[in-house]
């Protein structure tokens, strides 16, 4: 059970502001920043319904609550360490700097007199000449010297930051777009007043809502270990929950030596640099763990974690500590950054990699995370052939139940990270591959709403012809080169539209793929107004796979047995491009 020492309403002047403790967050604990444009600008219409009630007089709309911050306040330490609040405190710290800015650029004496107030009282300030500036609200060291270059380190000379610092990680950018974004609604905000006075009334009113109106409610612990507690609680039941945070907190909490504290950081940074989005580390979390135990759905992934790792951790003598999770994880991150943009270095399994990229089979990561812990990606060819004619066959196809196959790869991934070999994997792939009858069957039958997994399946055909047919032209079959098209069109005219319309305008009979960017008034022509497009394609799943069976030229009317019939020719291709078990057999 957490102790807390007492919960106190504050103020975000109370909070961040000049002779009050300062707010650091801890490198040890908490996330970077993580806000994106969705969430600042719920938070701005929040503030300016407050300040539209706290400036109408209302008794009720004096102040606003934004929240509870934890915090540790051990009476041995000097500050306060913020272990839940940063993202808040934080975009209002933003905000409150886009205030300074635009007084300042007012350049009226009074302007850039508040703009130099509101730096020295809510920001930054130097109490000499000669000593350190002091930071009122001081961020972990992945975002630190960012938010400083960019936000803090603000010149009452020039009235502008240094902004050296390029945005080298997610969060500094996503820093850069909330001052943008703040930026451009206040400028909108003042235009509407004609003379510098009304402006500056409005720009006043605004940052007096957040010094004296946002209330927060600051918790305050005595230890780290309390303080997560606290957080994990606050957290279990919003959007602020991350485990990727929430493991990295756990970790600091076990580390038993700076050293240890070190490697954590050191992974985590890892993280940040390895990947573009926040999104792509919490899924390489949860991969980098199921490659070693199997499958964990992602909600109950942290404390999954945590009961494992601390059974290894807390037992005496330790075998397993946080270095070694830690260097694991580290090693691991630059391999599915590799694996997930297709970027090993060769060039036949970067091909397969942006197939599976393609059809968003997430399913297959985990598998290839483990296989490559131990084996170079030239021999791990067979096995991620393997595993696409897996997945085509069975659920792009086949739309069958992706828990099995989930359950099959990953429980497959667990095997390899425990000693078996990539060899023995295919092998149990290949006796999972739906047979070629069953395949066929699946493919006569199958509509592929997703436009990417259409492509997909019809580009592979396509590159399958040109091999029978010995044609050696390149053609680039990427996103925007080629899209697909429907043959007998999605939105027809009224006389010409089939019954049961929506069962047959998918069907993979009905698509091919044709040059350039979709026209979707010309797609909506009948056939013999566009035949010339198909006939005259470079693309042979256009003008060699039998589209001009769709059409009946006698009765000019869409023809479903023609549908069927091209999908049968197709099926036969597709039998042989995503082949069942007898290839490895």
């Given at each position: 059970?957490?102790?807390?020492?007492?919960?106190?309403?504050?103020?975000?002047?109370?909070?961040?502001g000049?002779?009050?403790?300062?707010?650091?967050?801890?490198?040890?604990?908490?996330?970077?920043?993580?806000?994106?444009?969705?969430?600042?600008?719920?938070?701005?219409?929040?503030?300016?319904?407050?300040?539209t009630?706290?400036?109408?007089?209302?008794?009720?709309?004096?102040?606003?609550?934004?929240?509870?911050?934890v915090?540790i306040?051990?009476?041995?330490?000097?500050?306060?360490?913020?272990?839940?609040?940063?993202?808040?405190?934080?975009?209002?710290?933003?905000?409150?700097?886009?205030?300074?800015?635009?007084?300042?650029?007012?350049?009226?004496p009074?302007?850039?007199?508040?703009?130099?107030?509101?730096?020295?009282?809510?920001?930054?300030?130097?109490?000499?000449?000669?000593?350190?500036?002091?930071?009122?609200?001081?961020?972990?060291?992945?975002?630190?010297?960012?938010f400083?270059?960019?936000?803090?380190?603000?010149?009452?000379?020039?009235?502008?930051?240094?902004?050296?610092?390029?945005?080298?990680?997610?969060?500094?950018?996503l820093?850069?777009?909330?001052?943008?974004?703040f930026?451009?609604?206040?400028?909108?905000?003042?235009?509407?007043?004609?003379?510098?006075?009304?402006?500056?009334?409005?720009?006043?009113?605004?940052?007096?809502?957040?010094?004296?109106?946002?209330?927060?409610?600051?918790?305050?612990?005595?230890?780290?270990?309390?303080a997560?507690?606290?957080?994990?609680?606050?957290?279990?039941?919003?959007?602020?929950?991350?485990?990727?945070?929430?493991?990295?907190?756990?970790?600091?909490?076990?580390?038993?030596?700076?050293?240890?504290?070190?490697?954590?950081?050191?992974?985590?940074?890892?993280l940040?640099?390895?990947?573009?989005?926040?999104?792509?580390?919490?899924?390489?979390?949860?991969?980098?763990?199921?490659?070693?135990?199997?499958?964990?759905?992602?909600?109950?992934?942290?404390?999954?974690?945590?009961?494992?790792?601390?059974?290894?951790?807390?037992?005496?003598?330790?075998?397993?500590?946080v270095?070694?999770?830690?260097a694991?994880?580290?090693?691991a991150?630059?391999?599915?950054?590799?694996i997930?943009?297709?970027?090993?270095?060769?060039?036949?399994?970067?091909?397969?990699?942006?197939?599976?990229?393609?059809?968003?089979?997430?399913?297959?990561?985990p598998?290839?995370?483990?296989?490559s812990?131990?084996?170079?990606?030239?021999?791990?060819?067979?096995?991620?052939?393997?595993?696409?004619s897996?997945?085509?066959?069975?659920?792009?196809?086949?739309?069958?139940?992706?828990?099995l196959?989930?359950?099959?790869?990953?429980?497959?991934?667990?095997?390899?990270?425990?000693?078996?070999?990539?060899?023995?994997?295919?092998?149990?792939?290949?006796?999972?591959?739906?047979?070629?009858?069953t395949?066929?069957?699946?493919?006569?039958?199958?509509?592929?709403?997703?436009?990417?997994?259409?492509?997909?399946?019809?580009?592979?055909?396509?590159?399958?012809?040109?091999?029978?047919?010995?044609?050696?032209?390149?053609?680039?079959?990427?996103?925007?080169?080629v899209?697909?098209?429907?043959?007998?069109?999605?939105k027809?005219?009224?006389?010409?539209?089939?019954?049961?319309?929506?069962?047959?305008?998918?069907?993979?009979?009905?698509?091919t793929?044709?040059?350039?960017?979709?026209?979707?008034?010309?797609?909506?022509?009948?056939?013999?107004?566009?035949a010339?497009?198909?006939?005259?394609?470079?693309?042979?799943?256009?003008?060699?796979?039998?589209?001009?069976a769709?059409?009946?030229?006698?009765?000019?009317?869409?023809r479903?047995?023609?549908?069927?019939?091209?999908?049968?020719?197709?099926?036969?291709?597709?039998?042989?491009?995503?082949?069942?078990?007898?290839?490895?057999?």
């Open positions: 059970m957490a102790i807390i020492k007492q919960a106190a309403r504050q103020t975000l002047g109370q909070l961040i000049a002779n009050n403790p300062i707010v650091t967050v801890p490198d040890d604990s908490q996330r970077q920043y993580s806000w994106t444009k969705k969430e600042v600008d719920v938070y701005w219409a929040d503030i300016q319904k407050f300040k009630g706290r400036d109408s007089g209302k008794e009720s709309s004096a102040e606003y609550f934004i929240g509870p911050v915090t306040t051990a009476d041995s330490i000097q500050g306060r360490s913020l272990l839940d609040g940063q993202q808040r405190l934080t975009t209002s710290t933003i905000l409150i700097a886009v205030i300074r800015d635009i007084l300042w650029q007012m350049k009226s009074e302007g850039m007199s508040t703009a130099n107030n509101i730096q020295r009282d809510y920001i930054a300030r130097k109490s000499g000449r000669k000593e350190p500036m002091e930071y009122f609200l001081v961020l972990s060291l992945f975002d630190r010297d960012f400083r270059d960019h936000i803090q380190d603000w010149s009452e000379i020039t009235g502008e930051c240094p902004r050296v610092e390029g945005a080298n990680r997610p969060s500094h950018k820093i850069q777009d909330a001052y943008a974004n930026h451009s609604k206040i400028t909108a905000g003042i235009q509407k007043y004609s003379d510098d006075e009304s402006r500056l009334d409005w720009l006043d009113s605004l940052r007096e809502c957040l010094i004296n109106g946002l209330v927060f409610v600051e918790i305050q612990t005595p230890t780290s270990s309390d997560n507690e606290v957080f994990e609680t606050i957290n279990s039941r919003g959007k602020d929950l991350s485990t990727v945070d929430l493991v990295r907190n756990f970790l600091m909490e076990k580390s038993t030596s700076d050293y240890e504290k070190v490697r954590v950081n050191d992974a985590w940074r890892s940040l640099d390895g990947f573009e989005r926040r999104e792509e580390i919490e899924k390489f979390l949860r991969h980098f763990w199921v490659s070693k135990h199997g499958d964990v759905k992602s909600h109950s992934l942290y404390t999954t974690i945590r009961k494992d790792l601390s059974g290894h951790f807390d037992r005496r003598p330790q075998v397993y500590g270095g070694a999770f830690s694991e994880l580290e090693a991150a630059g391999r599915y950054a590799e997930i943009t297709g970027s090993t270095g060769n060039l036949e399994f970067d091909t397969a990699l942006g197939e599976i990229k393609t059809m968003g089979a997430d399913a297959l990561y598998l290839l995370l483990s296989a812990e131990n084996s170079g990606y030239v021999n791990l060819q067979t096995l991620v052939d393997a595993a696409i897996y997945y085509v066959r069975w659920t792009v196809v086949g739309r069958r139940e992706s828990t196959l989930e359950e099959n790869i990953f429980g497959l991934a667990k095997e390899i990270s425990g000693g078996a070999s990539p060899d023995a994997a295919v092998r149990k792939i290949v006796g999972w591959i739906p047979d070629d009858e395949f066929v069957s699946d493919f006569r039958e199958a509509s592929i709403p997703k436009p990417s997994q259409a492509r997909y399946l019809l580009g592979k055909i396509e590159h399958a012809l040109r091999i029978r047919g010995d044609v050696h032209e390149e053609v680039m079959l990427g996103d925007g080169k899209h697909v098209e429907n043959i007998y069109p999605q027809p005219k009224d006389e010409l539209r089939i019954e049961d319309h929506d069962s047959w305008v998918s069907r993979l009979g009905n698509l793929l044709l040059a350039g960017k979709r026209n979707q008034a010309l797609s909506n022509l009948s056939y013999p107004e566009k010339s497009w198909y006939a005259g394609s470079a693309l042979l799943v256009s003008s060699h796979t039998g589209v001009e769709l059409w009946d030229e006698s009765l000019s009317r869409w479903v047995q023609g549908i069927e019939d091209r999908q049968t020719l197709l099926a036969a291709i597709a039998r042989d491009v995503w082949p069942s078990g007898n290839r490895w057999g």
